[in-house]
């Protein structure tokens, strides 16, 4: 997949949101703290998927989670982020290409 795909994509989730969801409130700061809290829950959900894939959870829970739903998640964090970049104005594209330079040239300083 290409990041464009990835990025129309999430252009059409958002212009999919309801009336009540926060991505239509007029005060950018609360969509952008609204979004960051997403974030955080999302982390938090892979973070728990993680602990599965690593067998660190009581046996009563393993029914709840599977390859899939870590895939989910994995999907899950990287939308969010990408909103949450959009609703602050980050060129995500932009952002990853220069991250992308920093770190080939931190590599080839050692
Ligand atoms: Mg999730």
Known sequence: ????????????????AGQGSFYRDQD??????????????EV???SSEILWNQWFVRKEKLKRY????????????????IRLAKLMNIDISQALKNKMIKIQKRSDLK
């Open 44 to 46: 938090w959900e892979l």
């Open 28 to 41: 950018m700061t609360k969509r952008i703290f609204a979004q960051s809290i997403k974030l955080n829950e």
């Open 66 to 81: 599977s390859q899939e739903t870590l895939m989910d998640e994995f999907a899950d964090v990287i939308f969010t982020t």
């Open 1 to 16: 997949m290409e990041l464009k795909q990835l990025l129309d994509f999430i252009d059409w989730t958002l212009s999919q």
